[in-house]
């Protein structure tokens, strides 16, 4: 099966894609085309994050749970909009913690590719969602492979700063090696969570920190 994918990926993950659920995932997919659902992102979107952020220039991971659901804002990066979309209210706490911790002010839109193209893996867990049904794709399989790249970039890289916000993204801390990671952990920043220790977390002041210490240049998060 040939899926478009950056070259550093899709060698390490050429083995995935000949699997029965990865075939299952594309047939799925391909059956809710053809009864006329819309599949968030597009396409050409779907592997995105890998493209923008190739294996050798991973230095952070950010694990979000699935893509946005409504119109025009999933494009394949966790967290992250079009351009000239608004930011949703997760993103927005994001920033808030941002300026609070690092300083930078707050964006005005959310549109997160210069971090990807820094290194900073914008991964879900999911890669595509049903338009309006949030989770919708969460049992097709995509955690399968997803965990697969976790655990690769686990194993087969160093030094690399893991994001984990929420339960659930906390939930794929046992796929990590600690002794080669740093791991952060804190709540969602979803309007809902991010009360609960997401504000204050300082996760991107402790990040550049680390990466510092291990003589990796520092992601620049201003956007």
């Known amino acids: 099966m040939d ?7 899709k060698a390490l993950l050429e083995d995935e894609f000949k699997k029965p659920y990865f075939k299952q995932i594309v047939e799925h997919l391909k059956t809710e085309r053809s009864q006329g659902k819309t599949i968030y992102p597009a396409g050409g979107n779907i592997f ?9 220039n991973v230095k952070v991971v950010i694990l979000g749970q699935d893509p946005y659901h409504g119109p025009n804002q999933a494009h394949g990066l966790s967290f992250s909009v079009q351009p000239g979309v608004p930011p949703p209210p997760s993103l927005l706490n994001i920033y808030k913690e941002l300026h609070e911790d690092v300083g930078i002010p707050i964006p005005r839109h959310g549109y997160l590719e210069k971090w990807a193209n820094q290194g900073v893996l914008l ?3 999911s890669l595509t969602v049903r338009a309006g049904e949030a989770n919708s794709h969460s049992k097709i399989g995509w955690e ?3 965990d697969t790249v976790i655990q690769t970039i686990s194993d087969k890289q160093d030094h690399v700063v893991f994001l984990l916000w929420g339960k659930f993204a906390q939930s794929k801390a046992a796929l990590i090696d600690q002794k080669k990671h740093l791991i952060l952990k804190s709540a ?4 809902l969570a991010a009360h609960s220790g997401f504000f204050g977390n300082h996760h991107f002041s402790q990040t550049n920190q680390y990466l510092m210490q291990h003589g990796k240049d520092p992601i620049d998060w201003a956007l």
């Open 48 to 56: 995105h994050a890998f493209d923008a952020t190739p294996f050798g």
């Open 188 to 191: 969602h920043p979803s309007p």
């Open 123 to 125: 991964l879900n867990a």
């Open 144 to 146: 399968k492979f997803t």
């Open 3 to 9: 899926v478009k994918m950056e070259a550093s990926w």
